[in-house]
Nanobody, 121 residues
Framework: QVQLVESGGGSVQAGGSLRLSCAASGAIWSINDMGWYRQPPGKERELVASKTSGGSTVYADSVKVRFTISRDNAKNTVTLQMNSLKPEDTAIYYC???????????????WGQGTQVTVSS
C-alpha cells in the first residue's frame, strides 16, 4: 500500500506565505511525477505544479513566479512554497504521485487526503 500525507495548510491574509509538504510512504519502487493539485470551492480540480523525478517542472500560469515546487527523490517528498498568496488561491490542495510499487511494472496514481488553504483579503 502507498500513502501520501500532506501538511502545512492553513489560513493566511493576502500577500502572505504558506508551505505545503507531502511525504509518500509504503512499498515504493520509484515515483515518476509528483506534485500538487487544488480544488477551489465549486470548481474542478486543477494542476498547480508538478515535478518529475528527472527534474522537469510545470506550473499553472496563475501561480508562476509566486509558487515554487521542490522535491527530494531520496525521501519521496515534495514541497510547495507559496508566496504572495491571493484570495483566489483558496482551495483544498492535494498531493499527487505516480508510483511504481515493488511488485508492479506499471505506475499508479495516488492522492493525498487534501489540505485546506484559505487566503483572506
Amino acid at each position: 500500500q502507498v500513502q501520501l500525507v500532506e501538511s502545512g495548510g492553513g489560513s493566511v491574509q493576502a500577500g502572505g506565505s504558506l508551505r505545503l509538504s507531502c511525504a509518500a510512504s509504503g512499498a515504493i519502487w520509484s515515483i515518476n511525477d509528483m506534485g500538487w493539485y487544488r480544488q477551489p470551492p465549486g470548481k474542478e480540480r486543477e494542476l498547480v505544479a508538478s515535478k518529475t523525478s528527472g527534474g522537469s517542472t510545470v506550473y499553472a500560469d496563475s501561480v508562476k513566479v509566486r509558487f515554487t515546487i521542490s522535491r527530494d527523490n531520496a525521501k519521496n517528498t515534495v514541497t510547495l512554497q507559496m508566496n504572495s498568496l491571493k484570495p483566489e488561491d483558496t482551495a483544498i490542495y492535494y498531493c499527487k504521485a505516480d508510483v511504481r510499487r515493488w511488485n508492479s511494472d506499471r505506475y499508479t496514481t495516488y492522492w493525498g487526503q487534501g489540505t485546506q488553504v484559505t487566503v483572506s483579503s
